[in-house]
T-cell receptor, first 109, second 115 residues
Framework: GQNIDQPTEMTATEGAIVQINCTYQ??????LFWYQQHAGEAPTFLSY????GLEEKGRFSSFLSRSKGYSYLLLKELQMKDSASYLC??????????FGKGTRLSVIA | EPEVTQTPSHQVTQMGQEVILRCVPI?????FYWYRQILGQKVEFLVS????????KSEIFDDQFSVERPDGSNFTLKIRSTKLEDSAMYFC?????????????FGDGTRLSIL
């Protein structure tokens, strides 16, 4: 079966750092993706991890531990425009993306 | 930057009617997908398409649905005999040939409202 868990909602302060966790249980694994989705808009690609460790991309970093079935997305220097849903999605290789329910992040002043 | 484009942005249809949702994937991409997202719920996979045929489909993608690549650029999703529960955002996505580790790029979606 497939199971991807992430917190439903988080709130953080402008300028701060926030970490959004994702745990997964899938029958196969060929990479984990993070997408950002503003309300009513399409998911936009943020990051990809296939090997253990940290991938950094500007204010965004993503970490993966395959043995623990765990990933997190780290957002630094939060801005108001970062208020959005963050979707964790797993590629099982020859199958399409399996999405979690998303974490709705609210950035407050 | 190349984009996946979808039309229409919003479609309102009477229950029982047929709808066709259109997508133009990014030109050098070879894998195409349809996903849907019911309001407030997660993004769900419907179907993937490669080399002019369906490569995978989910349980949601039953006989009511079909996909087609009628020419070299368009990729369509047809929904026959629409039902109220088909109301959702429908996203088209595409990815480069090595799809295992290439991100899928999503279009802006079509909001389908069934009355």
């Amino acid at each position: 079966g497939q199971n991807i868990d992430q917190p439903t909602e988080m709130t953080a302060t402008e300028g701060a750092i926030v970490q959004i966790n994702c745990t997964y249980q899938t029958s196969g694994f060929n990479g984990l993706f993070w997408y950002q989705q503003h309300a009513g808009e399409a998911p936009t690609f943020l990051s990809y991890n296939v090997l253990d460790g940290l991938e950094e991309k500007g204010r965004f970093s993503s970490f993966l531990s395959r043995s623990k079935g765990y990933s997190y997305l780290l957002l630094k220097e939060l801005q108001m425009k970062d208020s959005a849903s963050y979707l964790c999605a797993v590629s099982e290789g020859n199958t399409p993306l399996v999405f979690g329910k998303g974490t709705r992040l609210s950035v407050i002043a | 930057e190349p984009e996946v484009t979808q039309t229409p942005s919003h479609q309102v249809t009477q229950m029982g009617q047929e709808v066709i949702l259109r997508c133009v994937p990014i030109s050098n991409h070879l894998y195409f997908y349809w996903y849907r997202q019911i309001l407030g719920q997660k993004v769900e996979f419907l179907v993937s398409f490669y080399n002019n045929e369906i490569s995978e489909k989910s349980e949601i993608f039953d006989d009511q649905f079909s996909v087609e690549r009628p020419d070299g650029s368009n990729f369509t999703l047809k929904i026959r005999s629409t039902k109220l529960e088909d109301s959702a955002m429908y996203f088209c996505a595409s990815s480069e040939p090595d799809r295992g580790n290439q991100p899928q790029h999503f279009g802006d979606g079509t909001r389908l409202s069934i009355l």
